[in-house]
């Protein structure tokens, strides 16, 4: 039914970019809310940024705001992360997710979610 196939994880210095996509496919909802989050090793799933696809309202948290910016293209069912000014502390697995109304970054809430594209950052 509902799939979301991230993709443009990889290498980047510290201070460099990299720009996540998330397609998603198979939604019988309009109120989507796709969200970004992470995980390293050793650490808990971390919400990093939300979008209602409805509003366009989003969320940052604290560590990426001023750096991460999410956007949307609605007619193609895609998600972006833009990451800029990358830091060795963002090294993670990305993930995004999807769920029906907003719910930021609360990841209970969160029904569908990719298979994650790891982003390096070397220092």
């Known amino acids: 039914e509902v799939q979301l196939v991230e993709s443009g994880g990889g290498l980047a210095q510290a201070g460099g970019s990299l720009r996540l996509s998330c397609a998603a496919s198979?939604?019988?909802?309009?109120?989507?809310?796709i969200a970004w989050f992470r995980q390293a090793p050793g650490k808990g799933r971390e919400g990093v940024s939300c979008?209602?696809?409805?509003?366009?309202?989003?969320l940052y948290a604290d560590s990426v705001k001023g750096r991460f910016t999410t956007s949307s293209d609605n007619a193609k069912n895609t998600v972006f992360l833009q990451m800029n000014n990358l830091k060795p502390e963002d090294t993670a697995v990305y993930y995004c997710a999807a769920t029906k109304g907003w719910y930021p970054l609360e990841t209970y809430e969160y029904a569908y979610w990719g298979q994650g594209t790891q982003v390096t950052v070397s220092s």
């Open positions: 198979g939604f019988t909802f309009d109120d989507v809310t």
């Open positions: 979008i209602s696809l409805r509003d366009g309202i989003t």
